[in-house]
């Protein structure tokens, strides 16, 4: 009976056990952040504020890449049949309304164009040499604002990184202010702070610079055949003033001198 009895109180007394532990994890459970926001902006004034820039940084670069996409189009910046209606137009001879039509519709080719027939009267190198001129400019300006998209995906990763720092300086700070009396588990729950920022820095950054690559070759492309249209455009101009010259490369004969001299 007795070691029945003894085996009885032994069960007993080691239920209790597993208790410091659970209670152990019920505490870190309800001093833990909860949920991914709880995480994001718990790292205080500065971490908040960060955070805050970050997610300023993500909503403009959503807003440049959705406005490109509106904006940086074929339809946009070349309306279809616009090239062949200019050439027609200078085919018969109407420089005047070709003009006219080029101001009704503005884009990208019809700038080129206006530039093109404003030097008309000075040569087709001239006219060549203006709407050279005015394709960099068009290039160079749709360039300049796709090159936001590259900004934010060159700082938004620098930001996050300053906020992991910032972060990791707060975290060994509290350690030193006691002395190492602070647990591995503090420590390690200020460096998870501070890494937040920099993921949300690279996940804002990644598709930024990816869009801005993809807006840049479809720039690229967009202007290669601008460039062919504008030239396809103003070819009847061309055959025209290349044809003048030769019509005119023999002068008339000069009277015969009295005498034969």
Request: proline share 7%; hydrophobic share 50%.
């Given at each position: ?9 032994a069960a007993l007394a080691a239920e209790p056990a597993p208790a ?106 001239a006219v060549e040499k203006a709407m050279e001129d005015a394709m960099a400019e068009q290039s160079a300006r749709l360039f300049r ?117």
């Amino acid at each position: 009976m007795a070691p029945v009895c003894l085996a009885g109180s032994a069960a007993l007394a080691a239920e209790p056990a597993p208790a410091p532990a659970a209670s152990a994890a019920e505490t870190a459970a309800q001093h833990g952040p909860q949920g991914l926001f709880s995480i994001i902006f718990s790292g205080g004034p500065i971490g908040v504020s960060i955070m805050l820039l970050l997610l300023a940084l993500s909503l403009t670069a959503a807003y440049l890449g959705f406005e490109h996409m509106l904006t940086i189009r074929r339809s946009e910046l070349m309306p279809d049949g616009f090239a062949d209606q200019i050439r027609e137009l200078l085919l018969a001879g109407r420089v005047v309304e070709a003009d006219h039509a080029c101001r009704q519709q503005p884009c990208l080719l019809s700038f080129v164009l206006l530039n093109g027939l404003a030097e008309l009267d000075t040569g087709w190198t001239a006219v060549e040499k203006a709407m050279e001129d005015a394709m960099a400019e068009q290039s160079a300006r749709l360039f300049r604002r796709v090159e936001y998209l590259s900004v934010i995906g060159n700082i938004a990763p620098m930001v996050g990184l300053l906020g992991t720092v910032v972060g990791l300086i707060m975290a060994f700070y509290q350690v030193a202010s006691t002395q190492g009396a602070a647990g591995a588990g503090e420590m390690a729950s200020g460096i998870y702070h501070a890494l937040v920022s920099t993921v949300a820095g690279l996940i804002i950054a990644i598709p930024a610079l990816g869009v801005f690559a993809i807006f840049r070759n479809r720039i690229d492309q967009l202007v290669a055949e601008a460039a062919y249209l504008a030239q396809h455009a103003m070819a009847p101009l061309k055959r025209r003033r290349l044809r003048a010259p030769t019509a005119s490369a023999a002068p008339p004969a000069p009277p015969p001198v009295e005498g034969g001299r």
